[in-house]
């Protein structure tokens, strides 16, 4: 079962998928250009620590 979350706030953007073992977590925020920048969420490991 996939469930996909898609929330719009204040100019930014939340976007969840969640498959069976993995969920996929990216935000988008709007620079001051008013153009989409994003950061993906899953580059950081269980302790919080980002991958080199």
């Known amino acids: 079962m996939t469930i996909l979350v898609i929330l719009l ?3 930014e953007m ?3 998928r969640e498959e069976e073992d993995e ?3 990216k935000v ?3 620079d001051e ?3 989409l920048v994003g ?3 899953d580059e950081e490991h269980e302790d919080g ?3 080199e």
């Open 39 to 41: 950061s993906d969420e």
């Open 14 to 16: 939340l976007f969840i």
């Open 28 to 30: 988008w925020d709007l």
């Open 33 to 35: 250009h008013g153009s």
């Open 23 to 25: 969920i996929e977590t």
């Open 49 to 51: 620590e980002k991958e």
């Open 9 to 11: 706030l204040d100019g």
